[in-house]
């Protein structure tokens, strides 16, 4: 079994300011590891992904997560948020064999951008 | 492409009333998954779906029941709705490679 750990609920900071939103994981088994991003009222949208490959995992609109399996993280940063980030992300993960694909979600972490 | 939709996207019902969620994915995705999202709780997985007439029990099963008879619902089902069930439910589907596609939600209150 996977579990996912986001120690911070609440993000506040500046726009252009840089952010990194935390994830932690535990399994016992090799995982593939996501970042979701929820606006309010919708939906998840997928954000990016760890599959395999580079460590080093980028989206269209600027984030980044590195995996670092002797930390078990996966955290999110950005070099310099806008407005428009401002929405609750959740990290994900799921062993890479077995389960019917279910993914584990942490519990949130709610990005704030200030003027 | 509408992706995944569900219906109805708000609905509230009495305590001891029944009602069925739908979800529908024009993806031709084999898996698919209902969970509920709770404050500070993040998603929960209620149950899930590896293919056509397949269902399993997720992390918080019970009140609920679920149905694929064809591969592009599944049905997710309250038999006899209470307060505790109040929640916003997505439905989610998703390929092999495991990325999700969500739809839009439901929010249920049950009085």
């Known amino acids: 079994a996977q579990s996912v750990t986001q120690l911070d609920s609440q993000v506040p900071v500046f726009e252009e300011a840089p952010v990194e939103l935390r994830c932690n994981y535990s399994?016992?088994?090799?995982?593939?590891l996501f970042w979701y991003v929820q606006y309010p009222n919708q939906g998840l949208q997928l954000l990016l992904k760890y599959l395999s490959g580079s460590t080093l995992v980028k989206s269209i609109n600027g984030f980044e997560a590195e995996f670092n399996k002797s930390q078990t993280s996966f955290h999110l940063r950005k070099p310099s948020v806008h407005i428009s980030d401002t929405a609750e992300y959740f990290c994900?993960?799921?062993?890479?064999?077995?389960?019917?694909?279910?993914?584990?979600f942490g519990t949130g972490t709610q990005l704030k951008v200030e003027l | 492409n509408a992706g995944v939709t569900q219906t109805p996207k708000f609905r509230v019902l009495k305590t001891g009333q029944s009602m069925t969620l739908l979800c529908a994915q024009d993806?031709?995705?084999?898996?698919m998954y209902w969970y509920r999202q709770d404050p500070g709780m993040g998603l929960r997985l209620i149950h899930y779906s590896v293919g056509e007439g397949t269902t399993a029990k997720g992390e918080v099963p019970d009140g609920y029941n679920v149905s694929r008879l064809k591969k592009q619902n599944f049905l997710l089902g309250l038999e006899s709705a209470a307060p505790s069930q109040t929640s916003v439910y997505f439905c989610?589907?998703?390929?092999?490679?495991?990325?999700?596609?969500f739809g839009s939600g439901t929010r249920l209150t049950v009085v």
């Open positions: 993806m031709n995705h084999e898996y």
């Open positions: 399994s016992s088994v090799s995982v593939y």
């Open positions: 994900a993960v799921r062993g890479l064999t077995g389960g019917g694909n279910k993914l584990t």
């Open positions: 989610a589907s998703s390929d092999a490679s495991g990325g999700y596609t």
